[in-house]
């Protein structure tokens, strides 16, 4: 019996104008009803994702959220972390360094600010127009403080030169961070072993909830970790040809409401 649905956002909830369907919301609701616990599970932070809680009606005492690629556990009615993990200042200043010997620009994501390097003259970020809820700041390598909680690392940059910069990245970084693109233009860089089935774990145990009572829905690279995890691991229609090799069942489509579909199927 599937107790939690693990939920990504970009191309498996939302449709392709970032919305979320009446009939996945109401699909959702009945399941929820039903004693589901519905968690999305987005590399987004948690105030980048309050609309379409609101809209879910998932901001009540008992409702979680996954953010930060599996890297923060929250409670969504007071944004309490329960559990966590981020990038020490050697992780971050290492990172800066490749960014500008590489000539990519990088932006950190924190949980109050998006923090901006200028790691390149050559190529502005377009981070602020994929999250435009967040606030975003100018910072340098000298303002980075133990004190703050320093969540991922992210490229986003236009996908042409994104995927040209992917291979160049060196062997070292690739086994010392997770190192993934979880949209077509943005790459991300995260702690090692911190991903969205990291973050379900964590929540699972302490909801004491069994990974065969899990269901997994996603359609990117990022999306793999939990569809493995699931005891359901569901990929969309228009998921990646990894996600669909990996996933139990295939369902329609983003535009065609699979979200809907599979949650209709099994509950």
Known sequence: MIKLVAIDLDGTLLNNQKQISQENQAALA?????????????GRPLKAIL????VLNLRGAGDYSITFNGGL??????GTIVDKQALSVEDVTDLLVLAKQMDMPLDVLTDEVVLCFPTSSDHQTIYPKLNPLLVFQSATQQELTAETLYNKAVVAYDQKELDQWIPAIPKEFKERFEVIKTR??????????????????????????QSSEVMAIGDEENDLSMIHYA?????????????????DIVTATNEENGVAQVIQQFM
């Open 231 to 247: 005891g359901v691991g569901v990929a969309m229609g228009n998921a990646i040809a990894a996600v669909k090799e990996a996933a």
């Open 51 to 54: 609309p379409y809680l609101d």
């Open 73 to 78: 556990v929250q409670k969504n009615d007071t």
């Open 30 to 42: 009945k399941a929820k009803e039903n004693g589901i616990k519905i968690v999305l599970c987005t």
């Open 184 to 209: 077509s233009n943005l790459l991300e860089f995260m702690p090692k072993g911190v991903t969205k089935a990291y973050g379900i774990r964590l929540l699972a145990k302490e909801l004491g909830i």
